[in-house]
């Protein structure tokens, strides 16, 4: 249910531009949802459908963090400009311009990992935090993506290992391979919707922070975050948390499991018919889920 927007614009943040999106009354009354995309650099458009939750009375934010979308991009900037820090400050920066007060997030991915990083500094606002799809380690990660690589077929495997080893990434061939993987582990909705497409399309035209930060793709992970993790600080995350992962995932029991193990307040759901994009292949029950985890918490 991808409702259409009440409203878009910018904020300053510094000398830069972060693009938002709110769908439904931010006065309305129901505390708002902001939605943290992943990537990083991945942009908003893929996660609209989270917007549905607006036909309830719940006012939803999306927004393009610095880099990506129809925020400002920087193709220029290295490693030591891309980092957590920033997009912290850029996420603070847009609640204090749109005057957010209270406020629920939910982030996916790479969104998921910086919206624990936002939770472990217990914001006076935060009311619950959506953890979709999301990571406690680097490490982890990697682990499982190279377990779940070994479970594709063999001519697939060698193509990627082969190109990895010659840094030939960009070739069709190991395109041809990666997507493999993400029609099994990343959207099983295939052809991939509208919204999906429009994120990996501007994903392409400029892979800034995705490349710096994480490296090629979903499971070749060779970035700056290659080494993060908050598994030793997720005691500090005070704020009720919901764990959301597909059966199917990229984001596999394991790599979330720490979440669930070490913040006090905290559930878990699986989605049994997906993978690493919920709210795309099962969007009714995904908003039925989240919605009542933010009622709860209201």
Known sequence: MILDPSRTGTVDFGSYETWYRVTGDLNGGQVPLVVLHGGPGAAHNYLLEIAGLASTGRPVIHYDQLGCGNSTHLRDRGAEFWTVELFLEELANLLEKLDVGPHHLLGQSWGGMLGAEYAVTRPSGLQSLVISNSPASMDLWVAEANRLRQDLPSDVRDALSQ???????????????????????????????PEVVATMTQLNEDPTVYHTMNGPNEFYCIGSLRTWSIIERLDAIVAPTLLISGRHDEATPATVQPFYDRIADVRWTVFEESSHMPFVEEPEHYRDVVGAFLAEHE
């Open 163 to 193: 190109h990895e080893a010659n840094g030939t990434t960009d070739d069709p061939a190991y395109l041809a391979a990666t997507q493999v993987f993400y029609d099994r582990h990343v959207c099983r909705v295939l052809p991939n919707p």
